[in-house]
């Protein structure tokens, strides 16, 4: 296998057991980069030398017999929202290319703490909202790789490295791992600290991340975990330990549900997929019409999101109209358009989602949702596609796991999507590892 | 096994079993200091129903199926110089009785989030200096159980709580351990963030903590350490897994250095116990007389301490004769006949003295070290002992463990020190287990 496809667990195993150095992984994700980047445009900073002496750095702590992290020696792509002292942090936007972080944001510090190469900042799109980025879909050019975590969802496709993170206020997580065809998971809100990420949405943004199989993702989560008093979400009590939920079997087959949820608008291709997955469960889910609150979920959730936006971003160049699209200017001018009495109801419904799901995952282990209305948007159509099936789940803080289980139009990716109850991220990842096995042809005896 | 006796690894595995709750345990252990306290006072501040309240909380996360912490349900001493937002913190100084903080300590948050009960507040000596506390020694009632962390040591030993948390400037981990017969372990420096715990010096103060077994003191360390920006002692680089350190085989036997340092004035009680050590290891140990460099370092430290403290707490009535005794007077004169210059020489001893260990320990695993000259002063010589066997070490930021294995005079505890490499805390603790292993009588066949 070439090194730049390995798993970050496998690549993490063999950098301890000293059969790989950090420094040839990092190489070898540097040619591929070199390579492929060309055609796909993941990358908003990449500095090869930086890099590599990250990686001589956690190869000579493991010569000196320091301690080594949990993702010791692996090249991790960061978007480019998430503050990076030695590397500047443009919020993909054209306002703010010279701009450069006197420190590193908390997600980054975990990053480093657990022994990882920041191999470079990934493309985001302007201010992670809804302006589509130029970065391509690595299955095929001709299709987005959705936004706003677009370089860090198409780096990994396209075997840039083993991790990356991203982050959610919509969908900007799930959405584009669905349509790149990568596993990407958004945390229970407050599980990771937000300092030093741009805030456009104090109430809904959050930190996730993508990787090439479920045990590398739930391997990066686990790292990225934490209180942080500087981030209000931030909570003290004990984190998930999500790796552990990984590789712990369920005590009985898992429950599943499955919500038919008007306004989804899912293509044939995903509508013939859901089905096919139920049918395979059975007995295991049930299927029942979502709730007349879901709608006021939905549109709550763009209430907030915009309302908060453009006072967040208040004076920021970056919102100027030179510096912004058609489609960023129509979320502002929706901002501007809500009223206080608008938004004081749609905050509100955070709570409201938030009891209403309180007791849910009694009964179930997990909601099956498609992670996308169907595969990527092309181009042409200048969008990064639709969050609306992550809106109600960010809304009310529950984790999200994209498994890239199908495949649609012209062999396009899509993804199935996981929701677990808040703080039973581990248990998510226990029933998804459950479901992979059990959605997987049996082996040839 | 009465609950209070229990070891913090077997409490919290009950815990998880759902065989023991956190408040049956924390009223075990309220009930152990209502009965033994009177005659030890080794609480500064202690609320039954705010320790109880957090049990409730505790039991209640794991009812509900939500994560738990290393430490869940366990309740936990915390010396009296760490902020509780929820507790006084008053330094164990009469000018600061009513101090409030507004929010937790970070040592305090990383409790919290292992899912800790914070029991209470234990007694400092005044400003964690040298001014003896009213705490007596649990093994004897004449005798002191040293200080600074006079409280925590002598809780642990008391059965009033499996885990406490305590800090080191000279001596106030290893030597208050060595004295009440528990372990001790100060980590390298940078492990544990400092942040809202009282700041003596900054070049020297660092967080320790006491268990009353050897695994117990590794599990509560690793929930400690972990990066904090507001710290500029702490790194990014990954911390070392001391508890995975527990729990590894040394790959050969492990190696020892015992060095002859002048001043240490050993009593013949310890001076024997080392020698005994030294037979039993025979080969595995070498001996050499320490170089002359090691008295520079055993001044520097006081130099700097003190030179460092009277600037930290200048201005703070605590300081203000009407609030200090003979002892606390004494340091004060002599941080204010410490001049800049001199000030600057010491601090360049520890970076030489940082330098003189990067390479000692690719020869051995340990020095050892006497944790204290004998067996704890009596109250009556109004000292908390002295810090000699530990300032050379805290000087370079080595990581050190005292091991509850002597006793002296009148059946009274003293410790063995083990000294470590920096950010080789795992190693030591693979060191000191086959060392615990090696020394104890065979079992009977």
Redesign the interface.
């Given at each position: 296998m070439t090194l730049w496809a390995l798993s970050a667990t496998d690549a993490a195993a063999q950098i301890r057991e000293g059969t790989l150095s950090s420094v040839d992984l990092t190489k070898a994700c540097l040619a591929r980069i070199e390579e492929t980047d060309p055609q796909i445009g993941a990358w908003a900073y990449l500095n090869s030398e930086q890099a590599l002496e990250q990686a001589e750095a956690m190869d000579a702590?493991r010569k000196q017999?320091?301690?080594?992290?949990?993702l010791?020696g692996l090249p991790v792509g960061v978007k480019d929202i998430f503050d990076t002292a030695e590397m500047p942090t443009a919020l993909g936007s054209p306002a703010h290319t010279a701009r450069q972080p006197a420190?590193?944001s908390a997600a980054v510090?975990?990053l480093?703490?657990?022994?990882a190469v920041i191999l470079g900042k990934t493309v985001t799109t302007a201010l992670a909202f809804v302006s589509p980025s130029a970065t391509k879909n690595p299955h095929n050019p001709d299709y987005s790789p959705g936004g706003s975590s677009a370089g860090s969802a198409a780096g990994i496709a396209a075997g840039h490295m083993p991790l990356a993170i991203g982050s959610q206020t919509g969908g900007s997580v799930n959405r584009p791992a669905s349509y790149s065809g990568v596993y990407g998971f958004k945390p229970t809100r407050g599980q990771i600290s937000r300092r030093g990420a741009l805030q456009t949405s104090q109430t809904l943004d959050c930190v996730g991340g993508f990787a090439r199989t479920l045990e590398d993702t739930a391997l990066l989560t686990d790292a990225l975990t934490?209180?942080d008093?500087a981030d209000p979400a931030s909570h003290?009590?004990?984190?998930?330990?999500i790796l552990e939920g990984y590789h712990s079997e369920p005590p009985v087959d898992p429950a599943f549900i499955y919500l038919d949820i008007p306004g989804f608008n899912l293509t044939g291709d995903m509508s013939a997929a859901m089905e096919e997955v139920c049918d395979a469960l059975g007995q295991q889910v049930e299927r029942f019409p979502a709730p007349d609150s879901f709608q006021h979920y939905i549109a709550a959730q763009l209430t907030i999101h915009t309302y908060e936006f453009i006072r967040n971003l208040d004076g920021d160049p970056a919102i100027a109209p030179e510096n912004t699209d058609d489609v960023l200017k129509r979320m502002i001018a929706h901002g501007q358009g809500v009223s206080d009495d608008a938004y004081g109801e749609a905050v509100v419904r955070v709570a409201q989602a938030e009891s209403y799901f309180a007791e849910f995952f009694n009964d179930y282990d997990a909601i099956l949702c498609p992670a996308s209305q169907g595969i990527a948007p092309l181009l042409s159509e200048n969008t990064t596609g639709d969050a609306v099936c992550q809106k109600i789940w960010t809304l009310a803080g529950l984790p999200t796991l994209t498994l890239p289980l199908f495949s649609g139009e012209n062999n396009m990716p899509m993804g199935l999507q996981l929701v677990g109850g808040q703080?039973?991220d581990?248990?998510l990842f226990r029933t998804a590892r459950w479901l992979e096995a059990a959605l997987s042809p049996a082996d040839p005896a």
């Amino acid at each position: 296998m070439t090194l730049w496809a390995l798993s970050a667990t496998d690549a993490a195993a063999q950098i301890r057991e000293g059969t790989l150095s950090s420094v040839d992984l990092t190489k070898a994700c540097l040619a591929r980069i070199e390579e492929t980047d060309p055609q796909i445009g993941a990358w908003a900073y990449l500095n090869s030398e930086q890099a590599l002496e990250q990686a001589e750095a956690m190869d000579a702590l493991r010569k000196q017999g320091k301690p080594l992290g949990a993702l010791h020696g692996l090249p991790v792509g960061v978007k480019d929202i998430f503050d990076t002292a030695e590397m500047p942090t443009a919020l993909g936007s054209p306002a703010h290319t010279a701009r450069q972080p006197a420190s590193d944001s908390a997600a980054v510090e975990k990053l480093r703490e657990a022994g990882a190469v920041i191999l470079g900042k990934t493309v985001t799109t302007a201010l992670a909202f809804v302006s589509p980025s130029a970065t391509k879909n690595p299955h095929n050019p001709d299709y987005s790789p959705g936004g706003s975590s677009a370089g860090s969802a198409a780096g990994i496709a396209a075997g840039h490295m083993p991790l990356a993170i991203g982050s959610q206020t919509g969908g900007s997580v799930n959405r584009p791992a669905s349509y790149s065809g990568v596993y990407g998971f958004k945390p229970t809100r407050g599980q990771i600290s937000r300092r030093g990420a741009l805030q456009t949405s104090q109430t809904l943004d959050c930190v996730g991340g993508f990787a090439r199989t479920l045990e590398d993702t739930a391997l990066l989560t686990d790292a990225l975990t934490g209180y942080d008093a500087a981030d209000p979400a931030s909570h003290m009590r004990p984190k998930p330990l999500i790796l552990e939920g990984y590789h712990s079997e369920p005590p009985v087959d898992p429950a599943f549900i499955y919500l038919d949820i008007p306004g989804f608008n899912l293509t044939g291709d995903m509508s013939a997929a859901m089905e096919e997955v139920c049918d395979a469960l059975g007995q295991q889910v049930e299927r029942f019409p979502a709730p007349d609150s879901f709608q006021h979920y939905i549109a709550a959730q763009l209430t907030i999101h915009t309302y908060e936006f453009i006072r967040n971003l208040d004076g920021d160049p970056a919102i100027a109209p030179e510096n912004t699209d058609d489609v960023l200017k129509r979320m502002i001018a929706h901002g501007q358009g809500v009223s206080d009495d608008a938004y004081g109801e749609a905050v509100v419904r955070v709570a409201q989602a938030e009891s209403y799901f309180a007791e849910f995952f009694n009964d179930y282990d997990a909601i099956l949702c498609p992670a996308s209305q169907g595969i990527a948007p092309l181009l042409s159509e200048n969008t990064t596609g639709d969050a609306v099936c992550q809106k109600i789940w960010t809304l009310a803080g529950l984790p999200t796991l994209t498994l890239p289980l199908f495949s649609g139009e012209n062999n396009m990716p899509m993804g199935l999507q996981l929701v677990g109850g808040q703080e039973e991220d581990a248990r998510l990842f226990r029933t998804a590892r459950w479901l992979e096995a059990a959605l997987s042809p049996a082996d040839p005896a």
